[in-house]
């Protein structure tokens, strides 16, 4: 079964650090770029991170960039959210997706379910 | 960052109508417009790509239109599965931005 499976999330004091996995099966996950989408429950999406392929290439939202770092393994299949100087804006749930192209044209095509990050004192 | 507006924020509506949602981006993306259907406590699915081309699966009642600026998601006929969340999301550029979404309920 095709299917991505994010673990991970938990509750952290703010100014803490946590990792989120993410576990491709189904799928060569090596040759896709995958992202993090996070959500805050009953509001809307918001990019977080991506990644290329091979993991050479990383990009962020302003809003994580210095504090979130996004890897992958792909001999393990798995994708990486290494979330440092966590905020309590960070508190939401965060997804990893993959994505992929036709013609040019790139999508999200697969998502996890989601685990949650809860940052609170 | 290219701001994505859709509208309405929520609709109302019956089982068999047809309905419109629209998304405006705050520059030009060409047709690098997607949407996606999320359902309460599920992740999102991607409905529609490159503006207008369905994804596999996706039923033929929901089609996508339009480039440049503006684009619209119709459902032309609302099934009970249908009253949920819809987003439309920009792959023109990084960062990658969403709608703030539209909430179809039941009328």
């Known amino acids: 079964e095709v299917q991505l499976a994010e673990s991970g999330g938990a509750l952290v004091q703010p100014g803490g650090s946590l990792r989120l996995s993410c576990a491709a099966s189904?799928?060569?996950?090596?040759?896709?770029?995958m992202h993090w989408v996070r959500q805050v429950p009953g509001k809307g999406l918001v990019w977080v991170s991506r990644i290329n392929s091979d993991g050479s290439t990383t990009t962020y939202a302003d809003s994580v960039k210095g504090r979130f770092t996004i890897s992958r393994d792909n001999a393990k299949n798995t994708l990486f959210l290494q979330m440092n100087s966590l905020r309590a804006e960070d508190t939401a749930l965060y997804y990893c997706?993959?994505?992929?192209?036709?013609?040019?044209?790139?999508?999200?095509?697969?998502w996890g379910r989601g685990t949650l990050v809860t940052v609170s004192s | 960052d290219i701001q994505m507006t859709q509208s309405p924020s929520s609709l109302s509506a019956s089982v068999g109508d047809r309905v419109t949602i629209t998304c405006r981006a705050s520059?030009?993306?060409?047709?690098?417009l997607n949407w996606y259907q999320q359902e309460p406590g599920k992740a999102p699915k991607l409905l529609i790509y490159a503006a207008s081309s369905l994804q596999s699966g996706v039923p033929s009642r929901f089609t996508g239109s339009g480039s440049g600026t503006d684009f619209t998601l119709t459902i032309s006929s609302l099934q009970p599965e249908d009253f949920v969340t819809y987003y439309c999301q920009q792959s023109y550029s990084i960062p990658r931005t969403f709608g703030q979404g539209t909430k179809v309920e039941i009328k």
């Open positions: 520059q030009s993306i060409s047709s690098y």
């Open positions: 189904g799928f060569t996950f090596s040759n896709h770029w």
């Open positions: 997706t993959s994505t992929n192209a036709v013609a040019g044209y790139w999508y999200f095509d697969l």
